[in-house]
Protein backbone atom coordinates (compact mmCIF):
# COMPACT_ATOMS: atom_id res chain seq x y z
CA UNK A 1 0.00 0.00 0.00
CA UNK A 2 1.29 3.32 -0.64
CA UNK A 3 2.14 5.90 1.57
CA UNK A 4 -0.80 8.06 2.12
CA UNK A 5 0.20 12.03 1.30
CA UNK A 6 -3.58 12.72 0.81
CA UNK A 7 -3.14 13.77 -3.11
CA UNK A 8 -6.84 12.98 -3.24
CA UNK A 9 -8.07 14.50 0.05
CA UNK A 10 -11.27 16.74 -0.46
CA UNK A 11 -12.26 14.91 -3.87
CA UNK A 12 -14.69 13.00 -4.58
CA UNK A 13 -15.88 10.88 -7.42
CA UNK A 14 -17.63 7.85 -9.48
CA UNK A 15 -15.79 4.47 -10.44
CA UNK A 16 -17.99 2.39 -12.63
CA UNK A 17 -16.38 -1.32 -13.21
CA UNK A 18 -15.37 -3.26 -10.37
CA UNK A 19 -16.72 -7.00 -10.85
CA UNK A 20 -14.08 -8.37 -8.40
CA UNK A 21 -10.19 -7.74 -6.89
CA UNK A 22 -8.80 -8.34 -9.88
CA UNK A 23 -11.00 -5.63 -11.95
CA UNK A 24 -8.45 -2.50 -13.13
CA UNK A 25 -10.86 -0.27 -11.65
CA UNK A 26 -10.25 -2.26 -8.59
CA UNK A 27 -6.81 -1.51 -8.89
CA UNK A 28 -7.56 2.61 -9.57
CA UNK A 29 -9.94 2.78 -6.16
CA UNK A 30 -7.72 1.36 -3.91
CA UNK A 31 -5.17 3.85 -5.41
CA UNK A 32 -7.33 6.51 -4.96
CA UNK A 33 -8.37 5.62 -1.56
CA UNK A 34 -5.11 5.44 -0.59
CA UNK A 35 -4.58 9.31 -1.00
CA UNK A 36 -7.65 9.82 0.77
CA UNK A 37 -10.57 9.79 -2.32
CA UNK A 38 -14.37 9.67 -1.31
CA UNK A 39 -15.15 6.99 -3.81
CA UNK A 40 -18.94 5.70 -4.69
CA UNK A 41 -19.27 2.58 -6.60
CA UNK A 42 -21.41 0.75 -8.93
CA UNK A 43 -22.33 -2.74 -9.65
CA UNK A 44 -23.96 -4.30 -12.97
CA UNK A 45 -26.05 -6.91 -11.74
CA UNK A 46 -27.14 -8.68 -8.33
CA UNK A 47 -24.39 -11.74 -9.01
CA UNK A 48 -21.59 -8.30 -8.71
CA UNK A 49 -23.21 -6.84 -5.80
CA UNK A 50 -22.03 -9.66 -3.40
CA UNK A 51 -18.43 -9.51 -4.84
CA UNK A 52 -18.64 -5.11 -4.60
CA UNK A 53 -20.02 -4.67 -1.12
CA UNK A 54 -17.09 -6.07 0.49
CA UNK A 55 -14.61 -4.22 -1.55
CA UNK A 56 -16.30 -0.93 -0.99
CA UNK A 57 -16.10 -1.71 2.62
CA UNK A 58 -12.30 -2.52 2.50
CA UNK A 59 -11.57 0.65 0.61
CA UNK A 60 -14.45 2.50 2.67
CA UNK A 61 -16.39 3.48 -0.35
CA UNK A 62 -20.00 3.86 -0.69
CA UNK A 63 -22.30 1.94 -2.99
CA UNK A 64 -24.09 4.00 -4.82
CA UNK A 65 -26.31 1.24 -6.29
CA UNK A 66 -27.06 -0.44 -9.75
CA UNK A 67 -25.84 0.39 -12.96
CA UNK A 68 -26.28 -1.13 -16.20
CA UNK A 69 -24.99 1.50 -18.58
CA UNK A 70 -27.16 -0.44 -21.51
CA UNK A 71 -30.11 1.26 -19.71
CA UNK A 72 -30.79 5.06 -19.26
CA UNK A 73 -32.79 5.14 -16.61
CA UNK A 74 -30.30 3.28 -14.21
CA UNK A 75 -27.67 5.60 -14.99
CA UNK A 76 -29.80 8.53 -14.10
CA UNK A 77 -30.40 6.90 -10.93
CA UNK A 78 -27.42 6.69 -9.92
CA UNK A 79 -26.67 10.60 -10.24
CA UNK A 80 -29.84 11.77 -8.88
CA UNK A 81 -28.28 10.04 -6.03
CA UNK A 82 -25.04 11.13 -5.64
CA UNK A 83 -26.68 14.81 -6.38
CA UNK A 84 -28.75 14.22 -3.37
CA UNK A 85 -25.54 12.59 -1.37
CA UNK A 86 -22.79 14.72 -2.56
CA UNK A 87 -24.29 17.66 -5.09
CA UNK A 88 -20.81 17.74 -6.50
CA UNK A 89 -18.18 15.12 -7.67
CA UNK A 90 -14.68 15.97 -9.36
CA UNK A 91 -13.62 12.46 -11.12
CA UNK A 92 -15.43 9.77 -13.27
CA UNK A 93 -13.70 6.41 -13.63
CA UNK A 94 -14.87 4.32 -16.57
CA UNK A 95 -13.71 0.79 -16.69
CA UNK A 96 -16.58 -0.82 -18.64
CA UNK A 97 -16.59 -2.95 -21.51
CA UNK A 98 -18.91 -5.60 -23.03
CA UNK A 99 -18.53 -7.87 -26.37
CA UNK A 100 -19.83 -11.25 -27.23
CA UNK A 101 -17.19 -14.26 -26.43
CA UNK A 102 -17.98 -15.51 -29.71
CA UNK A 103 -16.91 -12.77 -31.24
CA UNK A 104 -13.49 -12.09 -29.62
CA UNK A 105 -11.84 -14.91 -31.63
CA UNK A 106 -11.07 -16.02 -34.84
CA UNK A 107 -12.05 -13.23 -37.71
CA UNK A 108 -13.00 -9.63 -37.95
CA UNK A 109 -14.89 -10.07 -40.41
CA UNK A 110 -17.12 -12.30 -39.25
CA UNK A 111 -18.55 -9.54 -36.67
CA UNK A 112 -22.59 -9.40 -36.48
CA UNK A 113 -24.35 -6.55 -36.72
CA UNK A 114 -25.88 -7.39 -33.17
CA UNK A 115 -22.92 -7.45 -31.64
CA UNK A 116 -20.82 -4.62 -33.33
CA UNK A 117 -24.59 -2.29 -32.40
CA UNK A 118 -23.86 -3.75 -28.65
CA UNK A 119 -20.24 -4.09 -28.13
CA UNK A 120 -20.42 0.25 -29.62
CA UNK A 121 -23.16 1.21 -26.70
CA UNK A 122 -21.71 -0.95 -23.94
CA UNK A 123 -17.81 -0.27 -24.46
CA UNK A 124 -18.11 3.37 -26.23
CA UNK A 125 -21.13 5.50 -26.29
CA UNK A 126 -21.59 4.49 -22.67
CA UNK A 127 -18.45 6.50 -21.67
CA UNK A 128 -20.13 9.37 -23.57
CA UNK A 129 -23.40 8.81 -21.66
CA UNK A 130 -22.31 8.53 -18.33
CA UNK A 131 -19.56 12.22 -19.27
CA UNK A 132 -22.86 14.10 -20.12
CA UNK A 133 -24.06 13.30 -16.64
CA UNK A 134 -21.33 13.87 -14.89
CA UNK A 135 -20.34 16.92 -15.61
CA UNK A 136 -23.66 18.18 -14.93
CA UNK A 137 -21.91 17.25 -11.33
CA UNK A 138 -18.96 18.64 -11.97
CA UNK A 139 -19.45 22.24 -10.71
CA UNK A 140 -15.98 23.11 -9.83
CA UNK A 141 -13.74 20.74 -12.75
CA UNK A 142 -13.08 17.58 -12.66
CA UNK A 143 -11.14 14.72 -14.16
CA UNK A 144 -12.37 11.28 -16.24
CA UNK A 145 -10.91 8.48 -17.40
CA UNK A 146 -11.86 5.82 -19.34
CA UNK A 147 -9.58 2.78 -20.17
CA UNK A 148 -8.43 1.51 -23.48
CA UNK A 149 -6.15 -1.18 -25.26
CA UNK A 150 -3.17 -0.85 -27.81
CA UNK A 151 -5.70 -2.80 -30.21
CA UNK A 152 -7.28 0.21 -30.88
CA UNK A 153 -4.16 1.27 -32.74
CA UNK A 154 -2.47 -2.03 -34.32
CA UNK A 155 -4.39 -5.03 -35.33
CA UNK A 156 -4.03 -7.60 -32.05
CA UNK A 157 -5.22 -11.20 -32.78
CA UNK A 158 -8.70 -12.07 -31.98
CA UNK A 159 -9.80 -8.63 -30.37
CA UNK A 160 -11.86 -7.81 -32.99
CA UNK A 161 -14.79 -5.40 -32.55
CA UNK A 162 -13.09 -4.30 -29.37
CA UNK A 163 -10.27 -3.30 -31.20
CA UNK A 164 -13.07 -1.21 -33.24
CA UNK A 165 -14.58 -0.19 -30.22
CA UNK A 166 -11.46 0.88 -28.45
CA UNK A 167 -10.78 3.69 -31.63
CA UNK A 168 -13.78 5.18 -31.44
CA UNK A 169 -13.55 5.66 -27.45
CA UNK A 170 -9.80 7.05 -28.05
CA UNK A 171 -11.75 9.55 -30.76
CA UNK A 172 -14.72 9.76 -28.00
CA UNK A 173 -11.99 10.87 -25.22
CA UNK A 174 -10.55 13.81 -27.79
CA UNK A 175 -14.11 15.12 -28.65
CA UNK A 176 -15.34 15.27 -24.85
CA UNK A 177 -11.98 16.81 -23.98
CA UNK A 178 -12.43 19.96 -26.20
CA UNK A 179 -16.62 20.00 -25.31
CA UNK A 180 -15.34 19.77 -21.43
CA UNK A 181 -12.68 22.09 -21.59
CA UNK A 182 -13.75 25.31 -20.54
CA UNK A 183 -15.35 23.58 -17.80
CA UNK A 184 -12.23 23.02 -16.55
CA UNK A 185 -12.83 18.83 -16.54
CA UNK A 186 -10.22 17.05 -18.05
CA UNK A 187 -10.55 13.78 -19.79
CA UNK A 188 -8.23 10.93 -20.59
CA UNK A 189 -7.52 7.68 -21.33
CA UNK A 190 -4.87 5.09 -19.96
CA UNK A 191 -4.19 2.56 -22.45
CA UNK A 192 -3.49 -0.46 -20.48
CA UNK A 193 -1.41 -3.60 -21.14
CA UNK A 194 -2.88 -7.04 -20.74
CA UNK A 195 -3.84 -8.28 -17.68
CA UNK A 196 -5.72 -11.47 -16.42
CA UNK A 197 -9.22 -9.85 -15.50
CA UNK A 198 -12.86 -11.14 -16.00
CA UNK A 199 -13.17 -8.95 -18.73
CA UNK A 200 -9.67 -10.11 -20.58
CA UNK A 201 -10.31 -14.39 -20.03
CA UNK A 202 -13.15 -14.19 -22.87
CA UNK A 203 -10.47 -12.55 -25.53
CA UNK A 204 -9.10 -15.96 -27.49
CA UNK A 205 -5.28 -16.85 -26.36
CA UNK A 206 -5.06 -14.37 -23.96
CA UNK A 207 -2.44 -16.19 -21.95
CA UNK A 208 -0.32 -16.25 -25.27
CA UNK A 209 -0.91 -12.15 -25.58
CA UNK A 210 0.14 -12.09 -22.01
CA UNK A 211 3.48 -14.24 -22.77
CA UNK A 212 4.09 -11.90 -25.80
CA UNK A 213 3.82 -8.92 -24.06
CA UNK A 214 6.24 -10.38 -21.12
CA UNK A 215 8.92 -11.46 -23.32
CA UNK A 216 8.62 -8.48 -26.44
CA UNK A 217 8.21 -5.41 -24.08
CA UNK A 218 10.76 -2.72 -23.40
CA UNK A 219 10.01 -3.41 -19.09
CA UNK A 220 9.98 -7.47 -20.21
CA UNK A 221 6.96 -8.06 -17.79
CA UNK A 222 3.37 -7.45 -18.07
CA UNK A 223 1.77 -4.80 -15.42
CA UNK A 224 -0.53 -4.64 -12.97
CA UNK A 225 -3.65 -3.35 -11.69
CA UNK A 226 -1.51 -1.46 -9.11
CA UNK A 227 0.31 0.47 -11.75
CA UNK A 228 -2.38 1.22 -13.47
CA UNK A 229 -4.15 2.59 -10.46
CA UNK A 230 -0.47 4.60 -9.97
CA UNK A 231 -1.31 6.32 -13.45
CA UNK A 232 -4.77 6.77 -12.95
CA UNK A 233 -4.16 8.55 -9.39
CA UNK A 234 -1.71 11.25 -11.53
CA UNK A 235 -4.82 11.73 -14.32
CA UNK A 236 -7.45 11.90 -11.69
CA UNK A 237 -5.48 14.27 -9.32
CA UNK A 238 -4.00 17.82 -10.22
CA UNK A 239 -0.15 16.17 -10.55
CA UNK A 240 -1.97 16.75 -14.11
CA UNK A 241 -3.73 20.01 -14.25
CA UNK A 242 -1.90 20.69 -17.69
CA UNK A 243 -3.15 17.61 -19.28
CA UNK A 244 -6.10 16.26 -21.08
CA UNK A 245 -7.20 14.63 -24.73
CA UNK A 246 -4.58 11.94 -23.65
CA UNK A 247 -3.88 8.48 -24.51
CA UNK A 248 -1.30 7.21 -21.77
CA UNK A 249 0.40 4.18 -22.66
CA UNK A 250 0.80 1.78 -19.11
CA UNK A 251 1.98 -1.57 -20.82
CA UNK A 252 5.77 -1.93 -20.08
CA UNK A 253 6.16 -0.06 -23.26
CA UNK A 254 4.95 -2.86 -25.58
CA UNK A 255 3.62 -0.04 -27.69
CA UNK A 256 7.09 1.49 -28.72
CA UNK A 257 8.25 -1.99 -30.12
CA UNK A 258 7.47 -2.72 -33.15
CA UNK A 259 9.16 -6.29 -33.71
CA UNK A 260 9.72 -9.38 -31.94
CA UNK A 261 12.74 -8.87 -29.20
CA UNK A 262 16.00 -10.68 -30.74
CA UNK A 263 16.62 -12.63 -27.26
CA UNK A 264 12.67 -13.22 -26.56
CA UNK A 265 11.84 -17.13 -27.59
CA UNK A 266 9.55 -18.37 -29.95
CA UNK A 267 6.53 -19.18 -28.46
CA UNK A 268 3.71 -21.66 -29.64
CA UNK A 269 0.24 -20.75 -28.72
CA UNK A 270 -0.30 -21.29 -24.67
CA UNK A 271 -4.20 -22.66 -25.06
CA UNK A 272 -6.08 -20.95 -21.77
CA UNK A 273 -7.39 -23.80 -19.31
N1 LIG B 1 -7.62 -6.60 -18.82
C1 LIG B 1 -6.97 -6.10 -19.83
O1 LIG B 1 -6.06 -6.74 -20.39
C2 LIG B 1 -7.31 -4.73 -20.34
C3 LIG B 1 -6.36 -4.02 -21.10
C4 LIG B 1 -6.69 -2.76 -21.58
C5 LIG B 1 -7.93 -2.22 -21.31
N2 LIG B 1 -8.83 -2.93 -20.57
C6 LIG B 1 -10.14 -2.30 -20.30
O2 LIG B 1 -10.28 -2.09 -18.91
C7 LIG B 1 -11.67 -1.96 -18.61
C8 LIG B 1 -11.98 -2.80 -17.37
O3 LIG B 1 -11.88 -4.17 -17.69
P1 LIG B 1 -11.13 -5.25 -16.79
O4 LIG B 1 -10.08 -5.86 -17.63
O5 LIG B 1 -10.78 -4.65 -15.48
O6 LIG B 1 -12.23 -6.40 -16.62
P2 LIG B 1 -13.43 -6.60 -15.56
O7 LIG B 1 -14.20 -7.76 -16.08
O8 LIG B 1 -12.91 -6.70 -14.20
O9 LIG B 1 -14.26 -5.25 -15.71
C9 LIG B 1 -15.18 -5.03 -16.75
C10 LIG B 1 -16.37 -4.35 -16.10
O10 LIG B 1 -17.32 -3.96 -17.08
C11 LIG B 1 -18.58 -4.05 -16.44
N3 LIG B 1 -19.67 -4.03 -17.43
C12 LIG B 1 -19.80 -4.80 -18.55
N4 LIG B 1 -21.00 -4.52 -19.14
C13 LIG B 1 -21.61 -3.57 -18.37
C14 LIG B 1 -22.86 -2.90 -18.43
N5 LIG B 1 -23.75 -3.14 -19.42
N6 LIG B 1 -23.15 -1.98 -17.48
C15 LIG B 1 -22.28 -1.73 -16.47
N7 LIG B 1 -21.09 -2.35 -16.34
C16 LIG B 1 -20.77 -3.26 -17.28
C17 LIG B 1 -18.50 -5.37 -15.69
O11 LIG B 1 -19.49 -5.45 -14.69
C18 LIG B 1 -17.10 -5.27 -15.11
O12 LIG B 1 -17.14 -4.68 -13.84
C19 LIG B 1 -12.41 -2.37 -19.87
O13 LIG B 1 -12.77 -1.20 -20.58
C20 LIG B 1 -11.36 -3.15 -20.64
O14 LIG B 1 -11.60 -3.16 -22.03
C21 LIG B 1 -8.54 -4.17 -20.08
Same mark, same amino acid.
Given at each position: ?45 ? +? $???? %??? &? *??? /? #? ?106 ? +? $???? %??? &? *??? /? #? ?92
Amino acid at each position: MTQMSGLMKGKRGLIMGIANNRSIAYGIAKALADQGAEIALTYQND +A $LKKR %VAP &L *AEE /L #GAYVAGHCDVGNDESVDAIFDHLSEKWGRIDFFVHAVAYSNKAELTGRYIHTSRDNFLSTMDISVYSFTSVAARAQRLMSEGGSMLTLTYYGAEKVMPHYNVMGVAKA +A $LEAS %VRY &L *AVD /L #GNQKIRVNAISAGPIKTLAASGIGDFRYILKWNEYNSPLKRTVTTDEVGQSALYLLSDMSKGVTGEVHHVDSGYHTVGMKAVDAPDISVVKDE
